[in-house]
């Protein structure tokens, strides 16, 4: 079992900044792959892959909407794994949930599927107004 622990969402305006910290522990040793999602609110919206990084060989893995302005990087002695967001636009706002992949190989699925996880947050609210 992994445990995670989500921590740094908040309220921003637009183009400001936030930095999301996911801790985790419990069996690290089977994390792979470890990373984020995210749905924004309102009924019917679905969780979306944000970006995730190999925790043995440091690839990262990034949606479209976030690249060139967001980052994923990690502390392996903390296990812990951060999302740096910039210039924030109003459709970041969000639930943002760490995720863990306890399998190195995707099997042709696309990465950002929400069945390729075995462990998830408890999610932090992110809010950008415009």
């Known amino acids: 079992q992994v445990q995670l622990v989500e921590s740094g969402g908040g309220s921003v305006q637009a183009g400001g900044s936030l930095r999301l910290s996911c801790a985790a522990s419990g069996n690290t040793d089977s994390i792979y792959w470890m990373g984020w999602f995210r749905q924004p609110p309102g009924p019917g919206n679905v969780r979306e892959g944000v970006?995730?990084?190999?925790?043995?060989?440091?690839?990262?893995l990034y949606a479209d909407s976030v690249k060139g302005r967001f980052t994923i990087s990690q502390d392996n002695a903390k296990n812990t794994v951060y999302l740096q967001m910039n210039s924030l636009k109003p459709e970041d706002t969000s639930v943002y949930y760490c995720v863990v992949r306890s399998d190195q190989w995707f099997y042709g699925r696309r990465w950002s599927e929400v069945t390729n996880y075995d462990y998830w947050g408890q999610g932090t609210p992110v809010t950008v107004s415009s």
């Open positions: 970006a995730v990084i190999s925790t043995r060989g440091g690839s990262a």
